[in-house]
Each structure stands twice: as structure tokens, then as C-alpha cells.
Nanobody
Framework: QVQLVESGGGLVQAGGSLRLSCATS????????MGWFRQAPGKEREFVGG????????YYTESVKGRFAISKDNGKNTLYLQMTSLEPEDTAVYYC??????????????WGQGTQVTVSS
């Protein structure tokens, strides 16, 4: 069973930074590509970006390029999303996910429970 547990969400002012974490098992980490999605109120879930199993490849949606960075710590079986220069439009519930391809959002099949990120203007 794949379990993904996010943490690190909260309230931050525009222009600020926040780091999200996603803890999982070692088996999951070595078996799947990992990614982050977000869903704002009244909107569809959006693919933020992904990282390959090896960690050597990443993909980001255009709106977060240069501001967000995805990384993974294999020793801790933890995925990270470092968010900088946050904007009110980044306000959403952020979900960690595991799947087959780091750049193919439809390949992600396992989900965490989500963590709320709120950016105030």
C-alpha cells in the first residue's frame, strides 16, 4: 500500500517562501516517479511538477518555473517542494503524488491527503 503524508503548509505573505514535505516508504520512493499537484477553490486539480525516480529529471508547469523546486531525499524517503516568490494565485491545497512518469500528470495514481497553502496579499 502506498502512503503519502504531506506537511509544511501554512499561511505566508506574498513574496515569501514555504517548503512542503511528503513522507513515504522506501519502496514507494524507489518504485515511482513523484510529483506535486494543487487545487484551488472552484478550480480543477493542477499538475505543479514532478521528479523522476532517480531524481535526475524534473518537470514544472509554466506558472511555477523559476519559483518552485522539487527535490527528494532518498535517505529520508521524503519529497520536497520548495516554493519561493509566492503569489496569492498559488493559494491551494497541495497534494503529493506517486506515479509512472514524472512529466505525465495522468500517470500519477497515488495521492496524499493534501496540505493547505495560503498566500496573503
Amino acid at each position: 500500500q502506498v502512503q503519502l503524508v504531506e506537511s509544511g503548509g501554512g499561511l505566508v505573505q506574498a513574496g515569501g517562501s514555504l517548503r512542503l514535505s511528503c513522507a513515504t516508504s522506501g519502496r514507494t520512493f524507489s518504485s515511482y516517479a513523484m510529483g506535486w499537484f494543487r487545487q484551488a477553490p472552484g478550480k480543477e486539480r493542477e499538475f505543479v511538477g514532478g521528479i523522476s525516480r532517480s531524481g535526475g529529471n524534473t518537470y514544472y508547469t509554466e506558472s511555477v518555473k523559476g519559483r518552485f523546486a522539487i527535490s527528494k531525499d532518498n535517505g529520508k524517503n521524503t519529497l520536497y517542494l520548495q516554493m519561493t516568490s509566492l503569489e496569492p494565485e498559488d493559494t491551494a491545497v497541495y497534494y503529493c503524488a506517486a506515479g509512472g512518469s514524472y512529466a505525465a500528470p495522468k500517470s500519477f495514481t497515488y495521492w496524499g491527503q493534501g496540505t493547505q497553502v495560503t498566500v496573503s496579499s
